[in-house]
């Protein structure tokens, strides 16, 4: 059973694809992550919830700069969802 995101997560991410349209396409593709921080907080917000969810992306975004290398960070496993399995 998926986990019912929060009508605040739909704000953020709803935001965040204004930002993927109108945005992104001006300044190009600039993410060092796989999934790209964009997606991550999308994936995030579903996932862990609107409070958490804002805290794993800033986290990840913070990360994101040149002295980082990048390369694969996926979002972590929601622990309460795996022990209702």
């Known amino acids: 059973m998926a986990t ?3 009508p ?5 991410i709803g935001l965040i694809y204004l930002y993927r349209w109108l945005i992104s ?8 992550f796989t999934p790209t ?3 991550y907080a999308i994936d995030a917000l579903k996932a862990h ?6 805290w794993l992306s800033g986290k990840r975004l913070l990360k994101c700069h040149p002295l980082n ?14 022990r209702d399995k």
Not at 8 to 12: A, D, E, G, I, R
Not at 25 to 32: S, T, V, Y
């Open 4 to 6: 019912p995101v929060s």
């Open 8 to 12: 605040l997560s739909w704000l953020v």
């Open 25 to 32: 396409p001006l300044i190009g593709p600039r993410c060092r």
């Open 37 to 39: 921080c964009s997606r």
């Open 49 to 54: 919830g609107f409070v958490k969810g804002c």
């Open 69 to 82: 290398e990048g390369g694969y960070d996926p979002v972590p496993p929601n622990r309460r969802q795996d």
